[in-house]
């Protein structure tokens, strides 16, 4: 059963623009904070933004705060994130995720299947 679809990955140049959606089911939106990671080809999963159950606090990675905005949009329980002025190393397979609690860290109950974002210089 799919409960996180991502959408919105792409081919961008560098100092373009993409958002990135995560459609969730009802009962995960509802319940649980949402968060992005990404891993680009050959390094680790990295934290990227997360953002509490009711939208109230945010958190953001030093690589993308002031760049990337975490939202939610609870008419269409979805979590958006929107990337402005993306460089080459932003490129990467972002993955969004459910869990208690907004985390820097993978602890989350529940993951997506992921979208590609390659952005060319």
């Known amino acids: 059963q799919v409960q996180l679809v991502e959408s919105g990955g792409g081919l961008v140049q560098a100092g373009g623009s993409l958002t990135l959606s995560c459609e969730a089911s009802?009962?995960?939106?509802?319940?649980?904070?949402m968060g992005w990671f990404r891993r680009a080809p050959g390094k680790e999963r990295e934290f990227v933004a997360a953002?509490?159950?009711?939208?109230?606090?945010?958190l953001y990675a030093d690589s993308v705060r002031g760049r990337f905005t975490i939202s939610r949009d609870s008419a269409r329980n979805t979590v958006n994130l929107q990337m402005n002025s993306l460089k080459p190393e932003d490129t990467a397979v972002y993955y969004c995720?459910?869990?208690?609690?907004?985390?820097?860290?993978?602890?989350?109950?529940?993951w997506g299947q992921g979208t590609q974002v390659t952005v060319s210089s």
């Open positions: 995720a459910a869990g208690f609690n907004p985390s820097r860290t993978p602890d989350y109950d529940y």
């Open positions: 009802a009962r995960i939106f509802r319940n649980y904070a």
């Open positions: 953002i509490s159950r009711t939208g109230g606090s945010t």
